[in-house]
């Protein structure tokens, strides 16, 4: 391509270089350097005029940014798998492409689930809390008593691809009983897993543990309220690395407070960042850690590549390696 006949793309954060070296040999690439996400006003400035926008998930992609940016707009590649910061029934409207970055970020952020779980149930994070604050005197035999995994009973919410890699590690190393909820049943997965396919209540009051890996949509958006904590059992501990809309913020607070759950780990809050003052933060038997379930080198890297491929694939109308349009 013609350097004056470049396509423009604008990246809302700076992600790794290979995604960037990517982009960059077939197009004119313009990046916000800032630490902090740009302002709308900014987001919608700098990719006016653009072709292609490599966005984030903290970036609201909805009509009057496609307004903004202009008809000549083609392709929208959010880094991330999730995307419901953008309106993909309008792009697709509107003829815009969208793209996520699937399979990539499954272990990783299996991992950050399963990390969470046996740091809320062995205390992890409390405990180091009261080593650093100088509380640690001697050896208690009282003393941070947790809760045991193995034989325990894993409540999933959500079976796809990050659900099942955390019913892997449940089942298969912690030999946990799998529960799931999903849109629908999963045949090859319960084999896999030896899981129960179960409605949304008898997972509630069966589970010792709740993890969930399903999609923030209208039906899942405050899926966990005061009826879902108060169903639990007492002794259960709740995990979410999806959306943090998935839970409400205020009821799992009272939750944790009043005794109906033991302890919850998040990896997402509503809103991000969680505000200082939250009362969340407050609880020692609540982890809240900063929205890193895809955080390691070899996957951003990996998400760096597909998020520049779906850009490159859009602009020069070949089918993307990951396209949500319906
Ligand atoms: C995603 O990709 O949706 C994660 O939440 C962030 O990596």
Same mark, same amino acid.
């Given at each position: 391509?013609? %350097? ?12 790794? %270089? ?12 313009? !990046?916000? =350097?800032?630490?902090?996400? &740009? ?12 072709? $292609?926008? #490599? ?30 910061? !953008?309106?993909? %029934? ?5 003829? !815009?492409?969208? $793209? ?31 080593? *650093? ?26 079976? $796809?691809? !990050? ?16 529960? @799931? ?6 045949? %090859? ?7 129960? @396919? ?5 997972? #509630? ?29 007492? /002794? ?20 944790? /407070? ?20 939250? &009362? ?10 900063? *929205? ?6 070899? /996957? ?17 109308? =070949? ?8």
């Amino acid at each position: 391509m013609a %350097e004056d006949s470049k396509r423009r793309v604008f990246v809302s954060r700076r992600i790794p %270089e290979n995604g960037l070296e990517r982009l960059r040999t077939l197009c004119d690439v313009d !990046i916000w =350097e800032g630490d902090l996400p &740009p302002d709308r006003e900014t987001l919608c400035t700098r990719a006016a005029g653009c072709h $292609g926008v #490599l966005s984030m998930l903290s970036d609201a992609i909805d009509p009057d940014f496609m307004d903004r940016v202009g008809p000549q707009l083609q392709v929208v590649s959010n880094y991330a798998v999730g995307f419901n910061n !953008i309106d993909v %029934e309008e792009a697709t409207r509107r003829g !815009i492409r969208v $793209g996520n970055t699937p399979g990539v970020l499954t272990d990783a952020t299996a991992d950050i689930a399963f990390a969470l779980l046996i740091n809320c149930a062995r205390r992890i994070s409390e405990s180091e809390r009261s080593v *650093h604050d100088g509380k640690w005197k001697t050896w208690e035999p009282l003393g941070f008593i947790g809760l045991d995994l193995v034989g325990k009973t894993i409540g999933i919410v959500g079976l $796809g691809r !990050i659900g099942q890699a955390m019913a892997r590690r449940c089942h298969g190393g912690w030999g946990m009983d799998v529960l @799931y909820t999903s849109r629908s049943s999963k045949p %090859e997965a319960e084999g896999e897993f030896d899981a129960d @396919y179960v409605s949304m209540d008898e997972l #509630l009051t069966r589970s010792d543990f709740i993890s969930v890996h399903c999609d923030l949509n209208n039906s899942t958006s405050g899926l966990f309220d005061a009826s879902a904590f108060q169903k639990m059992k007492s /002794t259960a501990v709740f995990i979410n690395t999806a959306r943090g809309s998935i839970h409400n913020q205020n009821d799992l607070a009272a939750a944790l /407070t009043n005794g109906e759950i033991a302890a919850a780990g998040l990896d997402v809050t509503d809103p991000e960042p969680i505000p200082a003052d939250d &009362p969340l933060l407050d609880l020692q038997n609540c982890v809240v850690i900063p *929205h890193i379930g895809s955080a390691t080198v070899d /996957t951003r890297a990996a998400m760096a590549d597909i998020a520049a491929e779906n850009v490159l694939r859009a602009l020069a109308d =070949e089918p993307m390696p990951h396209c949500v349009n319906p």
